[in-house]
């Protein structure tokens, strides 16, 4: 079925999205590479509808799109809120809920119910979160999982997970009263504009970052000047965001008029192995055996929903 591969497709731009996002979040204002990320990828989108045609528009859309872009906001606000303060290989598999979630949601919203061997997958997914979590020094059985709730960025990826499962069937909602690609570039220009208001554009014709540069007899550790970074760096970034962005929306908008949503969503967690491979052997995490165990048995997951419905 094409819908495997378009949700291939959508979990390498995923995990390419991730990795871009930790790098970028190192000198970058989160709320402003929201900003200009988001609304590239909205352009871009709108682009190619306005060569394609434009769509008829049903009556949900307007709602729908409502709530996708709050809790949107929301999730995207949060996520790059954990990029910043933990290891990608650890925040992001914390994502692989959603399928979890989604069962209810979905259910509630959508009227789409898994079968019993996806049931068990999500359950293994829910398995390997806990071996994520598992570290030399713990010993108790629940430790792993107050991890969670010490860890704030793997807490604060737990709960965009849950926000993602229910702005999830808004999208599906969106999607099927428009077009994959419409109903992609308007969620990406609301949610680009939204950040826009929330950031006000403070300080975007040249970005300032902390440096620490030695004052003539000042300890190195006791001086901290600014320096000034280009625009033209936002807008490299803005594009890079808003190309994956806009892949990964479009090959999972389109997957969504082809399977239900929770195995959609299952499928696109396969962005896990890459990104904690990424963390693992390039960005040199630590403990990254572990935590490819645990995100292996995730997407084992995510594969026996597949594989089975």
């Known amino acids: 079925m094409f819908w495997y591969v378009l949700s291939l497709i959508g979990a390498i731009a995923d995990a390419g999205y991730y990795i871009a996002v930790k790098k970028f979040l190192q000198t970058a204002d989160p709320v402003i590479l929201a900003s200009g ?178 004052a003539p007899g000042a300890p190195s550790d006791r001086y901290e000047k600014t320096a000034a970074i280009p625009l033209k760096n936002s807008i490299t970034e803005w594009i890079v965001v808003g190309t994956l962005v806009c892949i990964s929306a479009v090959t999972i908008n389109t997957a969504y008029t082809m399977q239900i949503v929770p195995y959609v969503i299952a499928l696109k967690r396969m962005s896990i192995i890459i990104t904690v491979l990424y963390g693992g052997f390039i960005a040199g995490e630590e403990d990254v055996t572990t935590r490819l165990s645990g995100a292996l048995l995730m997407v084992a997951g995510a594969v026996l929903i597949v594989l089975f419905n």
């Open 37 to 214: 990320g988001y609304t590239c990828c909205g352009i871009i989108l709108l682009i190619v509808s306005w060569i394609r045609g434009f769509p008829a528009i049903g009556h949900d859309f307007y709602g729908a799109l409502f709530a996708s872009s709050v809790l949107g906001i929301c999730a995207v606000l949060l996520s790059f809120a954990s990029l910043r303060s933990t290891d990608i290989s650890l925040a992001v598999p914390m994502i692989s809920f959603t399928p979890l979630f989604l069962i209810v949601t979905a259910f509630i919203l959508l009227h789409e119910i898994p079968s019993f061997m996806g049931i068990a997958g999500i359950v293994t997914i829910v398995a390997g979160s806990y071996v994520l979590n598992i570290s030399s020094p713990q010993k108790g059985w629940s430790d792993p999982f107050r991890s969670i709730a010490k860890n704030r960025g793997v807490l604060y990826m737990l709960i965009v997970s849950l926000l993602y499962a229910v702005a999830i069937n808004f999208d599906k909602i969106i999607v099927t009263n428009s077009d994959p690609v419409v109903g992609s570039s308007v969620t990406c220009i609301v949610l680009g504009l939204s950040f826009a208001g929330i950031s006000g554009f403070g300080g975007l014709r040249n970005r300032v970052v902390p440096v620490i540069t030695p």
